[in-house]
């Protein structure tokens, strides 16, 4: 069954750096999402991508962080100069379609952890 | 702003017994409601996906209900089993992303 792939699955970085989270959503899919979940709190929606563009991006989305399809398979977020309140688990996910009958698909997740 | 909420926070039950779980959602106007599973330090499942035109969805021993105008869904799970365990999250659909309640931890015990 298809799946989305994230790696790595668990991260550790000095505050202050930067970091890539990958992921490889499923091959027909056309919608791309980065999501992130604090300990304890809700899955918060951070940015969707579409064509090669950012769709829509939550407040959370600000200029610390990008996302990038380098190539035809993979879909990265970038956070620069991190902080502690980025740790957290972040999801790629991705739906074949946009809006009505979209069914998102998510990975197991990139563990951040800043210290 | 759209605000999802999931009551309860947190089930026990004995194997074998049918639960239902509630999700509720302030704006109407959503495109889909998708209910998801995951287990501790996991990603998140997919276990099913109700269109806003829609009232049911079911797979296996699972039934989601959808009323849009009243904002309201629930997850029916019959004969529940130990592996029925995890943290049930329901999401709404609001332009292109998903709005989460924080979940509902179900514990089952054999």
């Known amino acids: 069954e298809p799946e989305v792939t994230q790696t790595p699955s668990h991260q550790v970085t000095q505050m202050g750096q930067e970091v890539i989270l990958r992921c490889v959503p499923i091959?027909?899919?056309?919608?791309f999402y980065w999501y992130r979940q604090i300990l304890g709190q809700k899955v918060e929606f951070l940015v969707s991508?579409?064509?090669?563009?950012?769709?829509?991006k939550s407040e959370i989305f600000d200029d610390q962080f990008s996302v990038e399809r380098p190539d035809g398979s993979n879909f990265t977020l970038k956070i620069r100069s991190t902080k502690l309140e980025d740790s957290a688990m972040y999801f790629c996910?991705?739906?074949?379609?946009?809006?009505?009958?979209?069914?998102?698909?998510f990975g197991q997740g990139t563990r951040l952890t800043v210290v | 702003k759209q605000e999802v909420t999931q009551i309860p926070a947190a089930l026990s039950v004995p194997e074998g017994e049918n639960l239902v779980l509630n999700c509720s959602f302030t704006?109407?106007?959503?495109?889909?409601l998708q209910w998801f599973r995951q287990d501790p330090g996991k990603g998140l499942t997919s276990l099913l996906l109700?269109?806003?035109?829609?009232r049911e969805q079911t797979s296996g021993r699972l039934n989601a209900s959808l009323d849009k105008s009243s904002g309201r869904s629930t997850l029916y799970i019959a004969a529940s089993q130990p592996g029925d365990s995890a943290t049930y999250l329901c999401?709404?659909?609001?332009?292109?992303?998903?709005?989460f309640g924080k979940g509902t931890t179900l514990s089952v015990s054999s």
């Open positions: 996910a991705s739906s074949e379609m946009d809006r009505v009958g979209t069914e998102a698909f």
């Open positions: 091959s027909n899919h056309l919608y």
């Open positions: 991508f579409y064509n090669n563009e950012i769709s829509e």
């Open positions: 704006d109407s106007a959503i495109y889909n």
């Open positions: 109700i269109q806003s035109s829609q």
């Open positions: 999401a709404v659909q609001a332009g292109t992303a998903l709005i």
